[in-house]
């Protein structure tokens, strides 16, 4: 058990439709990242938080977008979905320190139908 | 970041050492080497990271070379369990470079 936790662990929804992932990292973790692991593409980076501010942007779309609230949990928004965005979603947790280990939740799987 | 060269799959026998092997021949001189493994669709799982000495931990070592080029991944005594894609990884320690680049990584396959 890494101690992040992701909610929910399946998504089933349709196209043109909205989701949120959420995200809650190991405690005393500061820093939130948002990754896609799509069967084509592999794992992608999409996004960094840190202490509630964006910290650095990866190929994320768009119609893509996060936030991390005071309370240090993250949510990741996707509008307009498309039969492409299927994937799992992984968020991880760090410390913050620049070389501190990420910690990897068990993802949120989704489909698009 | 670095690029990395890894085997795309590897064998090995239950209960002998796996050693996994990785090139990274552009490392800098500020830049970690981190090594991951996901299992089936899990959440990749930290396994061990260093930057210049070799380290150990309890679920494996890691040796990096002299000059930095290369390092491997030592796992002493595999289990089935331990059947995953091992993914290693160079990031840089400054500011704004703490996403991680994951590349196709090395299929092991533990064998009863």
């Known amino acids: 058990d890494s101690g992040v936790t992701q909610t929910p662990k399946h998504l089933i929804t349709a196209t043109g439709q909205r989701v949120t992932l959420r995200c809650s990292p190991r405690?005393?973790?500061?820093?939130v990242y948002w990754y896609q692991q799509s069967l084509d593409q592999g794992l992608q980076f999409l996004i960094q938080?840190?202490?509630?501010?964006?910290?650095a942007k990866g190929n994320i779309l768009e119609r893509f977008s996060a936030q991390q609230f005071p309370d240090l949990h993250s949510e990741l928004n996707l509008s307009s979905l498309e039969l492409g965005d299927s994937a799992l979603y992984f968020c991880?947790?760090?410390?913050?320190?620049?070389?501190?280990?990420?910690?990897f939740g068990d993802g949120t799987r989704l489909s698009i139908l | 970041d670095a690029k990395t060269t890894q085997p795309p799959s590897m064998d090995c026998a239950e209960g002998r050492a796996a050693n996994l092997p990785c090139n990274h021949s552009t490392i800098s001189g500020n830049e970690y080497v981190y090594w991951y493994r996901q299992i089936h669709s899990q959440g990749p799982q930290y396994i061990i990271h260093?930057?210049?000495n070799n380290e150990t931990n309890e679920m494996a070592s890691l040796i990096i070379t002299e000059d930095r080029k290369s390092s491997t991944l030592i796992l002493p005594h595999a289990t089935l369990r331990d059947t995953a894609v091992y993914y290693c990884i160079v990031r840089g320690s400054l500011q704004g470079a703490q996403k991680l680049v994951f590349g196709q990584g090395t299929r092991l396959t533990i064998n009863p």
């Open positions: 405690s005393g973790d500061l820093s």
């Open positions: 991880a947790s760090s410390v913050g320190s620049q070389n501190q280990p990420q910690h």
């Open positions: 260093g930057l210049k």
């Open positions: 938080y840190y202490n509630g501010e964006e910290r």
